[in-house]
């Protein structure tokens, strides 16, 4: 499953980058609608002989997120993918991650009418390193690592944007939970205690609506709220809410608060809430 999942996504952005490397002439295949942003964000400190106390820090974080759509007729087929990275260094700790972030999705849409249409979507959720939490005397204990989590969820359903900046669906969707070393802390089965399940299949139903809102020409807010409620055990409902209200300073430098919301009751009982704020370098590749 794994594979097949990750080879339509190469797949796609094969097709995607194929189509980007074309020379533009006015017969060329101008279905393919592209947009790609990278951004970066450092910051640094240091003191010497400062007699007021404080720890030199150096933080740094990467992003590189984009959109390939290609529209023809009665097909919409949207790709979309997030990457994020960083690690700061404070005082003579260890470097810590701060931010790891790999989300792909992809949404096909066949349009039938103005504002309600059938789709199909696959999506795929992990991280690049392992993930750890520090206890108060700075002891790590690792929790995570790449695909130990991972969740690939496949739907169904129907699609609706009563307006452009709004758009919602919703189907039958079947989620996979993929783990390995932390299998205990993510995959298994709480209701079974023969074995560990490194990989657990739910079916249930998924929500995600999307919100694109142009406040002013240079400020705009994202927002996504993605809800999964399992068909056996509707108290594990899982939510996820990324907000993200990005300003741009002039071409190349851009301010960007991020709210990140995730409840899983497989995880913890308790609402889980990451804050972004970021001003740093940030470029349209395309």
């Given at each position: 499953m794994k594979k097949v999942l990750l080879m339509a996504f190469i797949a796609a952005s094969t097709v995607a980058a194929q189509d980007m490397q074309s020379v533009p002439h006015p017969a060329?295949?101008?279905?393919?609608?592209?947009?790609?942003?990278?951004?970066?964000?450092?910051t640094q400190i240091s003191f010497t002989d400062w007699a007021q106390g404080g720890d030199n820090a150096l933080a740094?974080?990467?992003?590189?997120?984009g959109k390939s759509t290609y529209a023809v007729d009665m097909i919409d087929w949207m790709n979309s993918y997030k990457f994020g990275y960083g690690q700061a260094k404070l005082g003579?700790?260890?470097?810590?991650k701060t931010d790891d972030k790999i989300d792909l999705e992809s949404?096909?849409?066949?349009?039938?009418?103005?504002?309600i249409n059938p789709f199909v979507s696959v999506s795929l959720k992990t991280q690049f390193a392992k993930g750890v939490i520090y206890d108060a005397e700075g002891n790590a204990t690792p929790v995570s690592n790449f695909f130990d989590p991972a969740y690939i969820t496949q739907t169904i359903g129907v699609g609706y944007q009563p307006i452009p900046e709004i758009k919602t669906r919703i189907?039958?969707?079947?989620?996979?939970?993929?783990?390995n070393n932390y299998a205990a802390k993510y995959s298994d089965d709480l209701e079974t205690t023969s074995e560990l399940e490194k990989t657990r299949i739910e079916g249930g139903a998924e929500s995600v609506t999307e919100l694109g809102w142009t406040i002013m020409e240079n400020v705009v807010f994202n927002a996504k709220l993605e809800i999964f409620a399992p068909v056996n055990n509707f108290d594990r409902t899982t939510v996820r809410s990324d907000n993200t209200l990005s300003a741009k300073v002039n071409?190349?430098?851009?301010?960007?608060?991020?709210?990140?919301?995730l409840s899983d009751p497989q995880i913890q009982a308790r609402t889980q809430i990451k804050q972004t704020l970021a001003l740093g370098l940030s470029y349209t590749l395309m």
């Open positions: 060329a295949d101008t279905s393919w609608k592209h947009l790609m942003i990278i951004s970066a964000n450092i740094y974080a990467l992003f590189l997120e003579s700790q260890s470097i810590r949404v096909l849409t066949y349009k039938i009418g103005r504002f189907g039958a969707a079947l989620r996979e939970t993929i783990a071409k190349y430098l851009s301010m960007n608060l991020n709210i990140y919301l």
